[in-house]
T-cell receptor
Framework: GAGVSQTPSNKVTEKGKYVELRCDPISGHTALYWYRQSLGQGPEFLIYFQGTGAADDSGLPNDRFFAVRPEGSVSTLKIQRTERGDSAVYLC???????????FGPGTRLTVL | KQEVTQIPAALSVPEGENLVLNCSFTDSAIYNLQWFRQDPGKGLTSLLLIQSSQREQTSGRLNASLDKSSGRSTLYIAASQPGDSATYLCAVRDGSGGYQKVTFGIGTKLQVIP
């Protein structure tokens, strides 16, 4: 596709459940970022992939959060034992090598009841 | 740790006015700085990207400047229109190390009144 896509657009789950959020970056973009955005705040960095490897996962809040990018394209953010505080919009961005301009997807709004 | 501040937090102007949004950052060792707009309930749209070696970038009615040494960037919007109403976010990409962490400000919410 022409841009970054994210699925689902909305996810409602119950406390304690497991969720997976998917990001499909722009073709050819080797860098992929996950962010979390709470209401009235700027995006908060979670994890950065360069190719298949997580180059920086220092933003993941705890070990309930995990992300993979097995083939260097699509990435999945996985959240175990969800808590109400995990409710936010999860944004994905990709960029090409060198220039570093990020292009964002529309986000997944996660609501934990 | 990089910190990014955006001032003002909110701004309301009449249509046609020129305006300036400010972004400041604490660590000047940056790789680049990117300005985005975000409409309510939507993702981020890239407006301008300034590399660390550049002083400014222009796109249509938008002009962004970068002063690395003082840790500041400004986004200038000329002849504002109601369609410019959105939240404007500044993002700084660090230049240190083998990776490039990105830090966002919390944004400036702009309302342009017809």
């Amino acid at each position: 596709g022409a841009g970054v896509s994210q699925t689902p657009s909305n996810k409602v789950t119950e406390k304690g459940k497991y969720v997976e959020l998917r990001c499909d970056p722009i073709s050819g973009h080797t860098a992929l970022y996950w962010y979390r955005q709470s209401l009235g705040q700027g995006p908060e960095f979670l994890i950065y992939f360069q190719g298949t490897g997580a180059a920086d996962d220092s933003g993941l809040p705890n070990d309930r959060f995990f992300a993979v990018r097995p083939e260097g394209s699509v990435s999945t953010l996985k959240i175990q034992r969800t808590e109400r505080g995990d409710s936010a919009v999860y944004l994905c961005a990709s960029s090409s090598p060198g220039r570093g301009e990020q292009f964002f997807g529309p986000g997944t709004r996660l609501t934990v009841l | 740790k990089q910190e990014v501040t955006q001032i003002p937090a909110a701004l309301s102007v009449p249509e046609g006015e020129n305006l300036v949004l400010n972004c400041s950052f604490t660590d000047s060792a940056i790789y680049n700085l990117q300005w985005f707009r975000q409409d309510p309930g939507k993702g981020l749209t890239s407006l301008l990207l300034i590399q660390s070696s550049q002083r400014e970038q222009t796109s249509g009615r938008l002009n962004a400047s970068l002063d690395k040494s003082s840790g500041r960037s400004t986004l200038y919007i000329a002849a504002s229109q109601p369609g410019d109403s959105a939240t404007y976010l500044c993002a700084v990409r660090d230049g240190s190390g083998g990776y490039q962490k990105v830090t966002f400000g919390i944004g400036t919410k702009l309302q342009v009144i017809p």
